[in-house]
């Protein structure tokens, strides 16, 4: 079944320190993964996107990591602030006819001052 | 450059009623979606349309929920009658081609907060 898990489901750091968030998948075949921000009241804002070859990509002080034979990928919130609160939505797309995403359920973070 | 625009952004109905949401995507765009995201969980597809055609809507239900694209630009979703479930927010998206392929950006809007009572 071509599923998206995200863990944890909620997270609280204090604003400066770090966290990773986790995506396990299991969608096959696979062409590209996606990490995207979502604000309250906003939609989704890619923040990176990798595919099969690509194991490592950064965007200011968000760094994803992919691992394509476990089937992992990580996103590293580097010196965290306020603004990181936010819900951040892992996605997988499917090589199929339409090409469809997967979204995961997302991973919560609240940045505490 | 213009995003996704959608409107209105709040709605609140009685179950039974009926209710549209209008989406006018990133201009030159050619691929435009609907999701529905219940709160708490990741968006779900609903509808895909490539110009004015439909290439999936296979989690759309199609009992109650109706979509079209008629000149390939703007988008009309429509929930007739609403239940109670249908409470969500409703984003729509658009890429310049399936944003699956490849590494095209999907560009989302401001999503339109629907409640029904």
């Known amino acids: 079944k071509n599923q998206v898990e995200q863990s944890p489901q909620s997270l609280i750091i204090l604003e400066g320190k770090n966290c990773t968030l986790q995506?396990?998948?299991?969608?096959?075949?696979?062409?590209?993964l996606r990490w995207y921000k979502q604000d309250t009241g906003r939609g989704p804002v890619s923040l990176t996107i990798?595919?099969?070859?690509?194991n490592t990509k950064s965007n200011g002080r968000y760094t994803a990591t992919l691992d394509a034979d476990t089937k992992q990928s990580s996103l590293h919130i580097t010196a965290s602030q306020l603004s990181d609160s936010a819900s951040y939505i892992c996605?997988?797309?499917?090589?199929?006819?339409?090409?469809?995403?997967?979204f995961g359920s997302g991973t919560r973070l609240l940045v505490r001052p | 450059e213009a995003g996704v625009a959608q409107s209105p952004r709040y709605k609140i109905i009685e179950k039974r009623q009926s209710v549209a949401f209008w989406c006018n995507p990133i201009?030159?765009?050619?691929?435009l979606y609907w999701y529905q995201q219940i709160l708490g969980q990741g968006p779900k597809l609903l509808i895909q349309?490539?110009?004015?055609?439909?290439?999936?809507d296979s989690q759309l239900p199609k009992d109650r929920f109706s979509a079209e694209r008629l000149k390939g630009v703007d988008s009309t979703l429509k929930i007739q009658p609403a239940k109670l479930e249908d409470s969500a927010v409703y984003l729509c998206?658009?890429?310049?081609?399936?944003?699956?392929?490849?590494?095209?950006?999907?560009?989302f809007g401001p999503g339109t907060r629907l409640t029904v009572t």
């Open positions: 998206a658009s890429s310049l081609v399936a944003s699956g392929r490849g590494s095209y950006e999907q560009y």
């Open positions: 995506c396990n998948y299991t969608v096959s075949p696979f062409s590209n």
């Open positions: 990798m595919t099969f070859s690509e």
């Open positions: 996605v997988v797309t499917r090589m199929d006819s339409s090409y469809k995403l997967i």
């Open positions: 201009s030159g765009h050619a691929t």
């Open positions: 349309f490539q110009n004015n055609g439909v290439v999936d």
